[in-house]
């Protein structure tokens, strides 16, 4: 066989290969020092009782005949759809009906699937910093992709797009920025797409961390969005389900696309996204465990909320912590209080950082035995800056500040 070309035009998966490598050097060179990591999105803090617990009842339910479960429903159980729809959506006063949830095992598939819908030649709007799954699930099926420059000059929100594109790709709030779009700045980009017959993309990954009042928590906050949007959601950051596997997918019955004519599925005229999605998702995919279900559905109940919350709460302190005490030290630091991603901008003054975004790792490591994430590996716009993570745990956090602190 021939491989996909287009597989030759990634740019490597070099940052966290490059990350490990360096940290692995050091400490073969240092063996007592005690390394801190800051860098990976991997939370720390365990599962939360009201899961743990639902896992184990799911558990003891496939050990029955009675009530052993197989194959799942496509879209994912009524339970747990009807939860979402209840609690993330008529909470929050919007309408979504329980047709256009689909529960995933995660928001990187669907995020890295989902453009598996549009045609080859489509183009695609990413912001630069970016989550690169969106940039290379586009590359490998040989997509043209238009950065949007997210820098502190604009406050790290992207302007639109100078020429037509079709697909704009969202992160609110931002990985790996830690910043926001306030529900006016997200309003021009609805407005936009609705416009221009382009459609959004957002991933809501982080939606749980927000504490700002006017931050949306789901793009369908903006009226028009649910014509031109469609919505990804992670369980992974909000309840630690990164090895659980869980999130759900919105496709609003709303949104349509253009067709093609074809005698053999006509799909001629509009074509609503929604059956598209079901389409490809009943042929690819065969559901979330039952038990990640389960575990999910625990933490719409009131036990589950609180519980969830205090961890989110635990690692807000985090970011808080790690805010005040690098603005206190001198560094220009975005991010953090609606996220747990800390933007960090390199200073000059470290010997061997002049700047840049990996010789600020490289003094990070050296010095203080932390490790962060240059942000150089999220897109050109990302040089110049770190991104620190708020997952670690307090202990950790309090001691990379002060040696950090101590070091400069
Ligand atoms: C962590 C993360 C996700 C979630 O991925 P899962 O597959 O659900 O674990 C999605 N988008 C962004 C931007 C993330 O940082």
């Given at each position: 066989m021939k491989i996909n070309k287009h597989y030759t035009e990634l740019s490597g998966n070099y940052l966290f290969a490059e990350i490990a490598r360096k940290v692995q050097a050091f400490k073969a060179e240092n063996p007592q020092a005690d390394v801190i990591s800051l860098g990976i999105g991997d939370v720390t803090q365990p599962l939360c009782p009201v899961v743990v617990e639902a896992l184990h009842k799911a558990a003891d339910e496939m050990a029955v005949a009675a009530t052993f479960r197989g194959y799942g429903p496509e879209r994912g159980y009524d339970f747990l759809r009807n939860a979402i729809v209840e609690n993330d959506y008529r909470s929050r006063g919007i309408d979504i009906d329980a047709d256009e949830v689909?529960?995933?095992?995660?928001?990187?598939?669907?995020?890295?699937?989902?453009?598996?819908?549009?045609?080859?030649?489509?183009?695609?709007?990413?912001?630069?910093?970016?989550?690169?799954?969106?940039?290379?699930?586009?590359?490998?099926?040989?997509?043209?992709?238009?950065?949007?420059?997210?820098?502190?000059?604009?406050?790290?929100?992207?302007?639109?797009?100078?020429?037509?594109v079709d697909v704009i790709y969202l992160c609110y709030p931002n990985n790996p920025t830690g910043t926001t779009l306030t529900?006016?700045?997200?309003?021009?980009?609805?407005?936009?797409?609705?416009?221009?017959?382009?459609?959004?993309?957002?991933?809501?990954?982080?939606?749980?961390?927000?504490?700002?009042?006017?931050?949306?928590?789901?793009?369908?906050?903006?009226?028009?969005?649910?014509?031109?949007?469609?919505?990804?959601?992670?369980?992974?950051?909000?309840?630690?389900?990164?090895?659980?596997?869980?999130g759900y997918t919105i496709v609003p019955k709303g949104v349509k696309s253009e067709g093609v004519k074809s005698e053999k599925y006509d799909l001629a005229g509009t074509v609503s996204l929604n059956a598209l999605w079901s389409r490809r998702q009943s042929t690819k995919f065969n559901g979330t465990s039952y038990l990640s279900q389960r575990a999910a559905e625990a933490i719409y109940t009131p036990e589950g909320k609180q519980q969830i919350r205090a961890t989110i709460d635990y690692y807000m302190q985090n970011a808080r912590l790690m805010r005040e005490a690098l603005t206190d030290?001198?560094?220009?630091?975005?991010?953090?209080?609606?996220?747990?991603?800390?933007?960090?901008?390199?200073?000059?003054?470290?010997?061997?950082?002049?700047?840049?975004?990996?010789?600020?790792?490289?003094?990070?490591?050296?010095?203080?035995?932390?490790v962060c994430t240059p942000g150089a590996g999220f897109g050109p716009s990302g040089e110049g800056y770190v991104r620190l993570t708020a997952f670690g745990t307090h202990e950790n956090t309090e001691k990379a500040i002060r040696r950090i602190t101590n070091r400069l």
């Open positions: 689909f529960v995933s095992d995660g928001a990187k598939s669907d995020t890295g699937n989902f453009q598996e819908l549009l045609a080859e030649d489509c183009v695609v709007a990413v912001t630069d910093p970016v989550y690169p799954v969106y940039v290379d699930s586009n590359v490998m099926a040989g997509r043209r992709i238009v950065k949007l420059p997210c820098t502190a000059e604009n406050g790290f929100v992207p302007e639109l797009p100078a020429e037509h529900k006016e700045q997200l309003r021009k980009w609805v407005d936009y797409a609705l416009q221009s017959g382009a459609i959004i993309f957002y991933d809501a990954a982080y939606e749980a961390f927000i504490q700002s009042e006017d931050v949306p928590h789901s793009i369908y906050e903006i009226p028009g969005a649910k014509e031109c949007a469609v919505e990804f959601h992670s369980y992974s950051k909000t309840a630690g389900f990164t090895g659980i596997r869980c030290i001198g560094f220009t630091v975005y991010g953090g209080t609606d996220a747990p991603y800390l933007w960090v901008k390199v200073p000059g003054l470290t010997p061997v950082g002049e700047g840049s975004s990996w010789g600020f790792f490289d003094w990070m490591l050296q010095n203080a035995h932390v």
